[in-house]
């Protein structure tokens, strides 16, 4: 027997997962806790957390009523936690009765989008017109020089189609994506944290996010990107345990019936077609072609993707070096992801390619036959092509040099802390008039004003903290995707701080910074196995918290709906200077 043998090594006999380096060893006394558990297969696709019975048992409900609200829970929660989000979306969606903000781009965009395929050029009284005659006005011809691609408006516009060409007809498509937003991160925190209770609260927190609330409720372009975001990231969560699945279904069982790693089939397991990935390069196309920041986001979920599939095939056995059927895998798969994603963006520019090329098509669409003639390698690309790409760059060094001071442009560094909201509307009615009390003594204020709720964003402060310490410190993926969702829409506006951009932007990350508070109150509440005492304590810190988010948003209710408020209960709510 050699002396290796006898050393007292501790992980003699285990596999390859349960022998960590010394660098996790060291990371412990961080709070480095990770352990593997024994069956692979549970590691790949844990289960779902099953709802607890006791409270309605302590409620006296008949144990087969019991079965059946916890076997309906998985949609039932989700679907009245919705019905909530609806109805508060919807509530007197028309109202203001006015052209708010850069909805005075976007909706009559979208109407000239929809029925020219191209935008257009408006009297400078359009907006009053239209107001006046309840839409019924005529769409001029003169091209427009816009600066965002146009899915974001041909949703819009399909609202107006349908409602008219007024503000409830050119909201109502934001505010349904803003309602269905909801539902998604309901199932997208349940299939994540496998607790229906935890993907209801994540929506919840959603559905009560003041900044979520106002842009579901103005036609403006960021409502719509979310929408695209979330579903692409739904999407590619659903892959990752599609997938995950299938990599368990092929590892070998031993005698006792639990799964085992198996080296050669982790890194030779071809995972199939993916279809929903495909799915999240549409949606994907679809963000991209509302607004260009969609690009950033798509390279953060392409890598993220990648990671998980790395860590998928090193839990079922695969050596560190990365095997070639997965190189190929993810090689193709990038490839046709940016493949699905690139058509969809240019069949959205259909309308303005099937638009005349005589001057009275799409603003830059005969560029290729006039400014554009001449070249030696014209002839390799069709006209329409040529003119695309020369309005894109176009497009591109405007916003490069877009400078221009505006009232409420805000530091992206002031996001997180809801340090600069943007308001859309203001009056000053006076008692009696436009909802102001008769008794009111002095003017109203009448406000739609873009803020989050104060207390969720300040909580998701502690919450980002939280996230990223699972994530690098327990190695914990959900942390980590929802860290990702984060940075995809928030870090790249780094990049650009001397340009003129709106808090406002930020509503593409507010479903994953209501992940990252969901996470949080989970951890409060604790963990399952913990004592009654500990649970209760936790519950109760939880519950308090949301309570008082809530209340915040009924606070700030009349700054999110324009109600007429008296001037002094409105400095009320102006919290800090920056406000205002």
Request: hydrophobic letters at 50%.
């Amino acid at each position: 027997m050699t002396s290796t043998a006898s050393s007292p090594d501790t992980r003699q006999g285990q596999s390859p997962q349960d022998q960590r380096p010394s660098w996790q060893q060291r990371l412990r006394r961080f709070g480095y806790t990770a352990g593997p558990r024994s069956d692979v297969r549970e590691r790949l696709v844990p289960p779902y957390v099953q709802p607890s019975p006791r409270i309605w048992q302590v409620l006296g409900v008949p144990p087969a009523l019991i079965e059946r609200i916890t076997r309906w829970s998985a949609w039932g929660g989700p679907l009245l936690v919705t019905l909530m989000a609806g109805v508060t979306r919807f509530w007197h969606l028309g109202s203001p009765k006015a052209v708010i903000f850069d909805e005075t781009y976007y909706a009559k965009d979208a109407w000239a989008l929809v029925h020219r395929g191209f935008e257009v050029n408006w009297d400078k009284n359009a907006n009053d017109q239209i107001l006046a005659l309840n839409g019924h006005v005529k769409i001029p011809t003169d091209a427009a020089y816009v600066v965002h691609p146009p899915v974001g408006k041909y949703v819009i516009g399909l609202g107006e189609l349908i409602f008219g060409f007024n503000p409830f007809g050119w909201r109502f498509m934001t505010a349904l994506l803003g309602t269905l937003s909801v539902l998604m991160l309901c199932r997208i925190g349940r299939r994540i944290f496998r607790s229906t209770f935890l993907g209801c609260l994540a929506g919840s927190l959603m559905a009560v996010d003041g900044l979520a609330f106002v842009m579901a409720r103005t036609s403006l372009l960021d409502g719509v990107l979310m929408f695209f975001v979330l579903a692409a990231f739904g999407c590619l969560v659903i892959d990752r345990d599609k997938a995950r699945e299938k990599l368990a279904a092929a590892l070998p069982v031993g005698p006792d019936g639990r799964a085992r790693p198996d080296a050669h089939i982790a890194a030779t397991t071809w995972l199939g077609l993916r279809p929903w990935r495909w799915a999240a390069a549409l949606l994907m196309g679809l963000a991209i072609g509302t607004k260009w920041n969609g690009l950033y986001i798509l390279v953060f979920f392409g890598l993220m993707t990648v990671l998980w599939d790395v860590g998928a095939r090193k839990v079922a056995g695969a050596p560190h070096r990365l095997s070639a059927v997965f190189v190929v895998e993810s090689v193709v798969s990038w490839l046709v992801m940016s493949w699905i994603a690139v058509t969809v963006y240019l069949v959205s520019w259909t309308g303005w390619i099937l638009s005349p090329t005589n001057g009275k098509g799409g603003y830059f669409r005969n560029w290729a036959a006039t400014d554009g003639r001449g070249g030696n390698w014209t002839w390799l690309f069709p006209d329409w092509w040529r003119s695309l790409w020369h309005y894109e760059h176009e497009v591109y060094e405007f916003h490069r040099n877009l400078h221009s001071p505006h009232t409420y442009m805000s530091n992206p560094w002031s996001w997180i802390v809801d340090g600069r909201p943007v308001s859309y509307f203001y009056e000053s009615p006076s008692p009696g008039k436009d909802g102001c009390p008769v008794g009111a003594g002095q003017k109203c204020a009448r406000e739609v004003l873009a803020i989050g709720t104060p207390m969720l964003w300040w909580a998701a402060c502690f919450a980002v903290l939280y996230i990223l310490w699972r994530w690098l410190l327990r190695r914990d993926w959900r942390a980590g995707a929802i860290a990702c969702g984060i940075a995809a829409g928030y870090l790249p506006w780094f990049l650009y701080q001397e340009r003129t951009i709106f808090f406002f932007y930020a509503v593409v990350f507010v479903p994953f910074l209501c992940l990252a508070v969901a996470m949080l109150l989970g951890a409060i509440v604790g963990p399952p196995g913990s004592s009654d005492t500990r649970r209760v304590a936790g519950a109760t810190g939880a519950g308090v918290l949301v309570l008082l988010i809530a209340w915040n948003f009924i606070y700030f209710w009349p700054l999110y709906t324009g109600t007429a408020i008296p001037i002094d209960d409105w400095r009320s709510r102006m919290w800090l200077d920056t406000w205002v």
